[in-house]
């Protein structure tokens, strides 16, 4: 049975959002008539869209442990697989880095023509991330040293891993209370973890 998707529409292109409780969320993002695919999940419905707005470009995977199905999908429309955590560029996007450890290797994108930020893990709107009252967080293994390179971005859309994006001048006042908030959503971050993996 395929799963309940959320649309979240763009100027240059939508993120889907599987309705389940982490909200896994996925980009297609169109550039001059092709189309990147960012940590997609497989959803038929999605990818008819992806396919509707321009011929595929690469498929970008922006954690390592989010693999999602980056590899199946690149395979099937064939087009590259794009490592973007090993610091791998594609496209018009800057790859910023946001963690390099053993177990997590993570980076962003920002596209500065648009000024979108996309945020695979460290950053969302889930509510585990996004604890307190602002409307993006912290993932609650960084809170205590989060990953301060991405506060010095201004997007005008921020686009996450889990959850739904934050758009105009929302955008990188999210970004600034999650990083504010950081330490002090804390604990309520903690208590929300057992309820969002029923």
């Keep these: 049975m395929p799963a ?3 649309f979240d529409d763009l100027p240059f292109g939508f993120s889907w959002v599987v309705q389940e409780p982490m909200q896994r969320t996925s980009h297609a993002l169109a550039v001059d ?3 990147w695919l960012i940590d997609p999940v497989d959803e038929p419905a999605a990818l008819e869209r992806a396919a509707a707005m321009g011929e595929p470009a690469g498929v970008i995977q922006l954690l390592d442990r989010h693999k999602r199905d980056c590899a ?7 087009v590259p697989h794009v490592k973007a955590f090993d610091g791998t560029a594609a496209g018009p996007f800057e790859v910023v880095p946001v963690l390099r450890l053993p177990v997590w290797k993570e980076v962003a994108l920002w596209w500065a023509a648009t000024r979108t930020l996309v945020v695979a893990e460290a950053v969302g709107t889930h509510p585990v991330w996004a ?4 409307p993006a967080g912290i993932h609650f293994v ?3 040293r989060p990953p ?5 971005y201004r997007p005008e859309h921020l686009l996450v891993g889990h959850g739904m994006g934050v758009h105009g001048r929302q955008a990188a ?3 600034d209370e999650a990083f504010a908030r950081s330490r002090r959503d804390l604990p309520r971050a ?3 973890i057992p309820s969002s993996l029923r």
Excluded: D, E, F, M
């Design 4 to 6: 309940s998707l959320r």
């Design 33 to 35: 008539g092709r189309v």
């Design 72 to 78: 199946q999908i690149s395979t099937r429309l064939g």
């Design 131 to 134: 604890a307190g009252s602002a």
């Design 142 to 144: 960084l809170r205590l």
């Design 148 to 152: 301060r390179k991405l506060s010095t």
């Design 173 to 175: 006042v999210a970004l």
């Design 190 to 192: 903690l208590l929300k």
